[in-house]
């Protein structure tokens, strides 16, 4: 099973009619599937691996919101899980962007998965996974294994920003047309029509069940891992079972990591200047400012009132804050 370009597969075209259907500020088509706007693509993604994923006990599944800062947790958590490799002239994290090293299952690897991903020879075990996935539409297996799913998101403001930053750099480059207008993506971001929104909903998902679960789900906020690195870093370890030994943390290991996956080191790599992912996006994309507030250059007063009232309302009660 391989699928090109807008190819879905029948169940997918049969359910979209019966879906309710929005435009977003690129006129790009987005589904609502149990709570959650899809682009078709990832809406496929979505359904065939909650058909066929089988998590498996040892798996580490990466959930974030979009343009949260999944890269540098990818790139972290993947050089905390192969630290011994981390002084090697040749770290996969030198020579690839983290994207390639964890993949998506709702992007990659539902597109090139026509072996099975249980097949140790396609994947590697213990194995280490990302998705954008609402809790709701998680495969049960998922929920079912011990797996741990580290959550990372970040306040609402800088991840619109960070969107519609990203946006415009795909929209420069497949069509050649002007940034799009800030006030209009921002509308539709508010009304929740956004890739995996709305944003609030699916923050809350997961930080509902990191508290149910928390021995399986961490919920991490990129301000929080900006702040204290190291403890955070730490954290993690932790939490998937393998925490920092004495002799490591006097090796200057956590730092080490910390250097190795920062904004400054990744983005000045060659693969990450020049290269581009095989869905045609650059690397460099990926790497914007890396800041927390950048969000006060970019919102109006009026646009700051808006998404601090959203934001107030739709965590009230949770225990929440940004
Ligand atoms: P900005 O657009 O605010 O700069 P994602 O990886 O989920 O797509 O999120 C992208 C955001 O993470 C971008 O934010 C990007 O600059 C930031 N980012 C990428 N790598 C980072 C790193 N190593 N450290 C901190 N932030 C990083």
């Known amino acids: 099973r391989y699928l090109k370009g807008d190819d879905l597969t029948e169940e997918c075209r049969a359910l979209i009619p019966s879906l309710p259907l929005e435009r977003d500020w690129l006129s790009t088509h987005y589904h609502l ?3 959650f706007w899809f682009h078709a693509r990832y809406l ?26 999944t890269t540098w947790l990818k ?17 996969p994290l030198l020579r690839r962007n983290p994207h390639d090293l964890v993949p998506f299952l709702e992007h990659r690897l539902y ?9 140790p020879s396609f994947m590697a075990f213990p194995r280490l996974l990302a998705t954008h996935m609402p809790f709701a539409s998680l495969p049960v297996s998922v929920k079912d294994s011990k797996c741990k799913v580290v959550y990372l998101c970040r306040n609402p403001k800088d991840t619109f920003v960070s969107m519609w930053s990203f946006t415009n750099s795909l ?5 050649a047309m002007d940034p799009s207008p800030i006030d209009e993506a921002f509308d539709s971001f508010c009304r929740g029509v956004s890739l995996y929104g709305p944003y609030w909903d699916h923050v809350l998902q997961y930080y509902r ?3 149910e679960l928390p021995d399986r789900v961490l919920f ?17 370890a932790r939490f998937l079972g393998c925490p920092f030994s004495e002799e490591e943390e006097a090796g200057g290991l956590v730092d080490g990591i910390l250097t190795q996956c920062s904004f400054e080191s990744l983005s000045k790599l060659e693969v990450n200047q020049r290269g581009k992912s095989a869905s045609g996006m650059e690397n460099r994309w990926f790497f914007r400012k890396g800041e927390v507030g950048d969000w006060v250059n ?17 965590l009230q009660g949770s225990g929440l804050k940004f």
């Open 298 to 314: 970019y919102l109006s007063p009026e646009m700051i009132a808006r998404i601090d009232h959203i934001t107030e309302e739709k």
């Open 171 to 175: 929209r420069l480059k497949d069509t």
């Open 33 to 35: 599937y149990q709570g």
């Open 220 to 236: 991490i906020r990129y301000e929080e891992m900006k702040e204290s690195p190291r403890e955070h870093l730490r954290r993690l």
């Open 75 to 91: 790139a972290l958590l993947f050089s905390l899980l192969h630290r011994s490799q981390l002084s090697s002239l040749d770290h």
């Open 44 to 69: 496929d993604g979505v359904l065939w691996m909650q058909r066929h994923f089988t998590a498996a006990d040892s798996d580490t599944l990466l959930v974030t919101t979009p343009k949260s800062g």
């Open 111 to 119: 597109l090139e998965s026509n072996q099975s991903l249980e097949d």
């Open 209 to 211: 069940a990191s508290l």
